[in-house]
């Protein structure tokens, strides 16, 4: 952490935990076949990358998964549920920490999403923490179907950058997905790659945060 003075953190599976195989199985369960190639850690449809990008609406993209599975007749509250069976939820301590982290360094959010999750988690945060939103962690967040862009193009983290005067030497950017920190590396931003069974709570205490 020696000379780090901004820390950017991605959400999903750093601060939120994901569940990749429910997703899958929900997917399969819907009648999506290829569901892993469909929507999975590293490789997903076209159509997530324009729901990421607030390019399609939720109904566009509900539409979209009906004509996927043009044999079945689903409802909507059956895809946004396949789709939201992704989220698992927030583990204890990780929002003690992040406020904990605030004190000693300028913290980010950059959240690839889109509008159905971000309802859903903003639902979450307010029925299990009583709170609203977390812009109480962050000094700002950036969420991307809200600023039109995603990781891992470089235009998005030049966006965080250039926003609030972050040398890239000084900045420390922590995702769980390879391209995604491959993005980042390009602007010259220390990078951390997350992986199972790593967290936040294990990485900060070896740095004595």
Do not use: C
């Not at 204890?92 to 360094?105: A, D, M, P, V």
């Not at 997905?177 to 220390?190: C, R, V």
């Amino acid at each position: 952490m020696k000379n780090i003075k901004n820390i950017i953190f991605d959400y999903g599976n750093v601060i939120f935990s994901l569940d990749f195989e429910k997703s899958k199985e929900a997917w399969n369960t819907l009648g999506i076949n290829n569901a892993e190639e469909f929507y999975g850690h590293k490789v997903q449809d076209d159509i997530f990358d324009k729901f990421e990008k607030g390019e399609i609406t939720p109904i566009e993209f509900r539409q979209y998964i009906k004509k996927k599975i043009s044999s079945r007749v689903i409802s909507d509250q059956q895809i946004d549920e396949a789709w939201n069976s992704l989220l698992v939820g927030i583990p204890s301590g990780n929002h003690e920490l992040l406020l904990t982290i605030r004190q000693k360094y300028r913290t980010f959010l950059l959240s690839n999403i889109n509008a159905i999750h971000y309802d859903f988690i903003h639902k979450y945060l307010k029925s299990e923490f009583g709170i609203e939103n977390n812009n109480h962690l962050f000094e700002k967040t950036y969420y991307s179907h809200l600023v039109g862009k995603r990781k891992p193009d470089t235009n998005i983290f030049k966006q965080v950058l250039d926003e609030n005067d972050l040398v890239p030497s000084e900045t420390l950017f922590i995702d769980d997905s390879p391209q995604h920190i491959e993005g980042a590396k390009k602007l010259g931003i220390n990078t951390y790659l997350m992986t199972k069974p790593d967290n936040i709570k294990k990485l900060f205490s070896t740095w004595n945060i």
